[in-house]
């Protein structure tokens, strides 16, 4: 069974700061996906990595996967509290079943 | 255009008691997925839906769960006999084809607590 590791738990920053989290498998990837949940609302994605070594820019987020396709990374610049979610990566398989991550939660203040 | 939407928001169980919970999915969505979120942990996948056909419920976690999508639109996940440990957010979400590249859209999901 496939685990995915995301880390930090849980991070809390000031509007402004940059911040990354991690997201590792013990297993390589089909794909990967990065998705944002906020309270009361279901996932949304934010982006599908395929490539090792594939880097793709949103805006203000910096998504990387690693050439071994067993670790990606995201990358927030100047976050704003519309950032604030809980950021879950998700591998889709050789199926259409997503495993995730066990996510991290985001906090960003004034 | 309408998203996937989830009915009861927000349900309360006694334990024991039988819930059904209604996933409206996009109109013209092929495939249907039910994840079941504890609380601070990611969604864990229960079950696939292609059509009416369901090619995968391999994440059931019990015979007490049941889930049909009986004209290919709407599906409802059952559970019976409801335990504590059943108290989750369930997620629906659909895509317009099998693929899992193709973007799974998610609803907001049903609460469900059982005391």
């Known amino acids: 069974t496939q685990l995915l590791e995301q880390s930090p738990q849980f991070l809390s920053i000031q509007e402004g700061e940059n911040l990354t989290v991690y997201c590792n498998s013990s297993s390589v990837f089909s794909s990967l996906q990065w998705y944002r949940q906020e309270p009361g609302e279901g996932p949304v994605l934010l982006v599908t990595?395929?490539?090792?070594?594939e880097v793709k820019k949103l805006k203000r987020l910096t998504f990387q996967f690693g050439d071994a396709r067993k670790d990606s990374s995201l990358h927030i610049t100047a976050a704003q509290p519309g950032d604030t979610g809980l950021y879950l990566c998700a591998d889709t398989g050789t199926a259409s079943k997503l495993t995730f991550g066990t996510g991290t939660r985001l906090q960003v203040t004034l | 255009g309408a998203g996937v939407s989830q009915s009861p928001r927000y349900k309360v169980a006694k334990r024991g008691q039988d819930v059904a919970l209604r996933c409206d999915p996009i109109s013209g969505h092929v495939s249907l997925f039910w994840y079941q979120q504890a609380l601070g942990q990611g969604p864990e996948f229960l079950t696939y839906f292609q059509n009416e056909a369901q090619l995968d419920k391999s994440g059931l976690p019990s015979d007490r769960f049941f889930a049909e999508r009986p004209e290919g639109s709407v599906s409802t996940l059952k559970i019976q006999r409801t335990q504590q440990e059943d108290s989750a957010v369930y997620l629906c979400?659909?895509?317009?084809?099998?693929?899992?590249?193709?973007?799974?859209?998610f609803g907001p999901g049903t609460r469900l607590l059982v005391l």
């Open positions: 990595v395929v490539t090792g070594g």
């Open positions: 979400a659909s895509s317009l084809a099998r693929l899992a590249l193709k973007t799974q859209y």
